[in-house]
């Protein structure tokens, strides 16, 4: 076993500087996207958080099938490449939507163009440099868990730069300004993959100096001719610009296919009679924590819609001499996972022996997400319209929730790993990014409630009429999905301790 001392090859920091432009490029877009709709394009908050939702929701659906062509075809490296020039392609053509966002005719169209080539290319990009970080070592190698801490710094370097750069060039109060905020996504972009082209040979290869990432060998190699994937992505491409047209313009589908592709998933390995019963109760667990896991990021995702909406109109943003750009809350997650993190990990460290069970520690993430809106739920009350509040209010809540995906998140990757059976390890993670892709497209609809102009919103009974109201909602189904978890944990403890 490697000792913890040596140092880490340096392909991990290839990977790190490819993954941390692209969520620059990522999380930049996404900081500007409801803005951009709304204050430039001037369409309103419910069609700016439909757009959201459904954009957000296929970012995670796509990834299933980028992962198929890279596992059988075409290998992490030249997938990485693909699915990188697709997202810069996607980012210039918003970048031109913005040049013309006063003539609706043609900025409607490349809207649309930008938003389906992106989902495109994140599809390739997104499931595959993760996958190769692990790659870089031999198994059973001590400082595995550091590499992926690493690399989770990269994202969120990336996640905390591409907010504040893309606010501070295109957040400035002027319609024209969108574009820069694309057009720094778009060379973000196409730094990731520079870095990748430029040292994937000389780099990227395991612990025995070969090459990792490449195409399998039995696999076709026409299908690997770049004419054949320049069409291929097109039609890729052409498809997502679709499916985005008319989930947002048509019939909003997506929760059908969502919901479709989780009840296949389950017939599929249910029904397998290779698994016992032991393993089905294993999968089981991973289902039910999928399911809660889609109340905590419709709630925490609110961060690039009516949270977006909320830090423009209704906080005090002004510094004296500077106003803070709106855009620029999208970068407290990111800086609050990195400097949170090691004190959480230190948390588990020092419980030893007390230390909660995976399904308990997920459902003090539910809580503290909670906790987070009831936190800003108490800074609106009772304030008047047209007053804003404090810009405390929205900082602690991001805090709040950062803690909350630090309980989450990781700890919910983890329980996948180590209790899907090998023959569905894939299929099962597919389940995961459906879950995901689930919450974000209901972001988007739960985002729509968002209160302005003396409007009543209304969910399942429950009438939203002011900020108050709104923030309480979420409170309420954080809180309550928290509580059942809570009550479940020891029954889902047992079940993955069989």
Same mark, same amino acid.
């Given at each position: 076993m490697a000792s913890t001392t040596q140092k880490h090859p340096k392909g991990l920091y290839v990977l790190f500087a490819t993954e941390m432009w692209e969520r620059f490029n990522y999380y930049g877009m996404r900081a500007i996207l409801v803005l951009f709709l709304t204050k430039a394009l001037l369409f309103d908050k419910v069609f700016a958080s439909q757009v959201y939702g459904s954009y957000t929701g296929l970012v995670y659906l796509t990834p299933l099938l980028g992962g198929y062509i890279a596992d059988r075809y075409w290998g992490n490296n030249r997938s990485i490449i693909a699915g990188g020039l697709v997202m810069a392609i996607g980012e210039f053509f918003l970048f031109f939507c913005g040049h013309f966002y006063e003539n609706g005719a043609v900025a409607m169209p490349l809207f649309y163009i930008g938003l389906g080539c992106m989902i495109a290319g994140n599809g390739f990009f997104k499931p595959n440099i993760s996958s190769m970080v692990g790659q870089l070592y031999r198994k059973?190698?001590?400082r595995i868990d550091a590499s992926y801490t690493i690399f989770y710094m990269g994202i969120n370097t990336g996640g905390a730069l591409g907010p504040a750069i893309c606010g501070l060039v295109g957040d400035t109060g002027k319609s024209g300004d969108f574009k820069w905020a694309f057009f720094a996504g778009g060379v973000a972009m196409l730094l990731s993959v520079i870095t990748q082209m430029t040292f994937q040979k000389k780099y990227l290869v395991n612990a025995e100096g070969d090459a990792i990432g490449l195409a @399998?060998?039995?696999? @076709?190699?026409?299908?690997?001719?770049?004419? $054949?994937? $320049?069409?291929?992505l097109f039609l890729i491409s052409l498809l997502t610009i679709a499916l985005v047209y008319i989930d947002i313009q048509v019939v909003s589908y #997506?929760?059908?296919?969502?919901?479709?592709?989780?009840?296949?998933?389950a017939f599929i390995i249910f029904s397998d009679k290779s698994l016992d019963i032991i393993q089905k109760k294993k999968v089981a667990v991973l289902f039910t924590v999928s399911f809660f896991v889609i109340f905590f990021w419709s709630a925490f995702e609110q961060a690039g819609a009516s949270l977006t909406y909320f830090a423009s109109e209704n906080t005090q943003r002004d510094l004296g001499f500077y106003e803070v750009p709106a855009s620029f809350f999208q970068s407290l997650n990111s800086i609050f996972v990195v400097t #949170?993190? @090691?004190? $959480?990990?230190?948390?588990?460290?020092? #419980?030893?022996?007390?230390?909660?069970?995976? @399904?308990?520690k997920m459902a003090m993430g539910l809580m503290l997400l909670a906790f987070g809106y009831l936190w800003i739920a108490t800074g609106v009350n009772g304030v008047g319209t047209g007053i804003k509040v404090s810009m405390i209010w929205l900082i602690g809540m991001y805090m709040m929730h950062t803690f909350g995906e630090l309980c989450l998140s990781p700890?919910?990757?983890?329980?996948?790993?180590k209790l899907a059976p090998i023959k569905f390890a894939s299929l099962l993670m597919a389940v995961w990014f459906t879950a995901n892709a689930f919450a974000n497209k209901l972001a988007g609809v739960f985002s729509a409630l968002y209160p302005e102009n003396g409007k009543t919103t209304s969910f399942a009974g429950y009438q939203i009429t002011n900020l108050h109201e709104f923030f309480m909602f979420f409170v309420a189904m954080a809180g309550t999905a928290s509580i059942i978890l809570f009550f479940i944990s020891k029954k889902l403890k047992n079940l993955m301790t069989q």
């Open positions: 059973g190698d001590s @399998p060998k039995d696999a @076709p190699k026409w299908f690997q001719k770049i004419p $054949v994937m $320049v069409g291929f #997506l929760f059908w296919l969502l919901l479709a592709c989780i009840l296949l998933i #949170l993190a @090691p004190l $959480v990990a230190w948390i588990w460290i020092k #419980l030893g022996k007390r230390e909660p069970s995976s @399904p308990f700890i919910g990757l983890a329980i996948f790993n």
